[in-house]
């Protein structure tokens, strides 16, 4: 157990962590003495270390450039993953970041230091207040220090950047049937080779640039696919820019304001008119069969009555914030999300900074997010 106080503790070595880190050590707090980075992942690239080889630079949707550290303009046909591992870990090294991996945090609580049996009661006060968290809310000391659980190890701090974004939690939907499926069900994370699937019959579930992709990949692996989604596909005809990303960010950004469950920055993105989209609209490719009805032990009915013999279901039904390691808190509001400030303040505890949640689930917003959170948190060390 680390027995000296941290200013903070950043969870995440993404995007986001990455970012806030840097402006952490920018702004004078030195690295592991101050504050140190937590990830749960084996080497640098944070999600993007899981995407499968095909998804290259030059088909990725949005790497941005760390703050001191351009990309620069490595080759498009390089897998997305390698790309950013590479940089990531460039990065790392270049700034001398604290980060300690592979670190993954089992709960974030309140410390109590003026009692011996502080884990115990700590744990007692939680199960007590699960069924009223507003109320064990108002019991909270917010001067407390902030304990940092990861299995044996603890790190206390005064402030935790939250960035642990959505890769680890993805979202699959129920659809009546599916639990008697005999084919494969995969979901985004589990997608690694579009050959696997040569000469099968693959419906593609979800609306957002993945399943696109996971479609176009497919009818080149030789696969045939049928696409469900819940609604029309909204097929965005504004070019892809700083204006329109910022619109974006402001739609998921007034839930999260809210403290409602925010809808996915993927959700509210569309589907750009480029060239190779376009023509597989056209001829036929890219049409959704609309939502399930059913699903059956070897075939998927769509609402439609449309029955198709299916082989595998590719769930591409995006993903949930991986927030499950700060329930001991109560952050949650009664509309079941979060209700941030600024996009970063957390408005239920003022030790809390939350990134790649919300608005920041993007490339470009958690850059943004990571350097707001960082700032933040040295206002509130010198207040």
Same mark, same amino acid.
């Given at each position: 157990m680390s027995e000296e106080l941290l200013d903070v503790v950043i969870i995440g070595a993404g995007q986001a962590g990455l970012t806030a880190a840097y402006w952490l050590k920018h702004r004078g707090l030195e690295p592991w003495r101050d504050f140190v980075v937590l990830d749960r992942n084996e080497g640098p690239g944070g999600a993007w270390r899981h995407r499968w080889p095909e998804l290259t630079l030059g088909k990725a949707h949005g790497i941005h450039d760390l703050p001191g550290m351009k990309l620069g303009e490595p080759d498009p046909n390089e897998p997305a993953a390698v790309v950013v591992t590479r940089y990531y870990g460039e990065y790392?090294?270049?700034f001398g970041l604290p980060i300690e991996r592979p670190v993954k945090v089992? %709960?974030? *609580?309140?410390f109590d230091p003026g009692s011996k049996a502080a884990d115990a009661a700590s744990s007692s006060a939680a199960d007590a207040a699960s069924s009223n968290p507003h109320t064990a809310q108002d019991r909270v000391d917010y001067s407390a220090p902030l304990e940092v659980r990861a299995g044996d190890r603890v790190w206390r701090t005064k402030l935790v950047i939250n960035a642990t974004g959505t890769w680890t939690k993805p979202f699959v939907p129920y659809a009546p049937g599916?639990?008697?499926?005999?084919?494969?069900?995969l979901r985004t994370v589990d997608y690694w080779c579009s050959d696997d699937f040569t000469g099968k019959h693959v419906v593609v579930v979800g609306g957002g640039m993945s399943a696109v992709q996971f479609i176009l990949m497919l009818e080149k692996a030789g696969a045939t696919t049928s696409w469900s989604t819940r609604r029309e596909p909204d097929w965005v005809e504004d070019p892809f820019d700083e204006r329109w990303g910022v619109a974006v %960010?402001? *739609?998921v950004d007034a839930r999260a304001s809210q403290g409602l469950v925010p809808h996915s920055v993927v959700?509210?993105?569309?589907?750009?008119?480029?060239?190779?989209?376009?023509?597989a609209r056209d001829r036929g490719r890219l049409v959704s069969d609309g939502p399930i009805d059913h699903i059956e032990k070897d075939a998927v009915v769509f609402e439609s009555g449309k029955r198709v013999d299916t082989d595998v279901i590719l769930w591409a039904t995006g993903f949930r914030p991986d927030l499950d390691h700060l329930a001991p808190l109560h952050l949650r509001e009664p509309g079941g999300g979060v209700k941030t400030t600024d996009v970063v303040k957390v408005n239920r505890d003022p030790r809390i900074l939350l990134v790649g949640y919300g608005a920041s689930a993007s490339t470009v917003g958690a850059t943004r997010a990571g350097r707001r959170a960082a700032l933040t948190a040295i206002e509130r060390l010198e207040a």
């Open positions: 790392e090294q270049k089992d %709960e974030v *609580r309140s599916a639990e008697q499926f005999e084919g494969l069900q %960010e402001e *739609r959700r509210n993105t569309g589907i750009p008119p480029w060239p190779e989209y376009v023509a």
